[in-house]
């Protein structure tokens, strides 16, 4: 079992940042895959970053590339989404979730996830 507790959502303008973190109960955090994930009103929820084990793969989409940045650190038992030059289209609920994972990869389909955090708002003004 892993518990996952996002924070760092908030409110800020066009182009600014903000760091998301997500922290993870357990011993064994460094045998999941994790991944953060974003749902706007009446969308679908997207995967936005994802993270191998290790932190040596990652994965992107297209949408936030060159604008977020996932990171991990093992020995906290976290997981990062460093987010810059954010757009008003970046609002939504940001959720973090893993996967317990037997290679270095990363996972980006949402059905693979069987641990969810509870969500942290995230809103970008105009």
């Known amino acids: 079992q892993v518990q996952l507790v996002e924070s760092g959502g908030g409110l800020v303008q066009a182009g600014g940042s903000l760091r998301l973190s997500c922290a993870a109960s357990?011993?064994?955090?460094?045998?999941?895959?994790m991944g953060w994930f974003r749902q706007a009103p009446g969308k679908e929820r997207e995967c936005v970053a994802s993270?191998?084990?290790?932190?040596?793969?990652?994965y992107y989409a297209d949408s936030v590339k060159g604008r977020f940045t996932i990171s991990r650190d093992n020995a906290k038992n976290t997981v990062y989404l460093q987010m810059d030059s954010l757009k008003p289209e970046d609002t939504a609920v940001y959720y973090c979730?893993?996967?317990?994972?037997?290679?270095?990869?990363?996972?980006?389909?949402?059905?693979?996830?069987?641990?969810w955090g509870q969500g942290t708002q995230v809103t970008v003004s105009s």
């Open positions: 979730a893993a996967v317990r994972a037997y290679s270095g990869s990363y996972y980006y389909t949402k059905s693979m996830y069987n641990y």
């Open positions: 993270i191998g084990r290790t932190g040596a793969s990652t």
């Open positions: 357990g011993r064994t955090f460094s045998s999941y895959a």
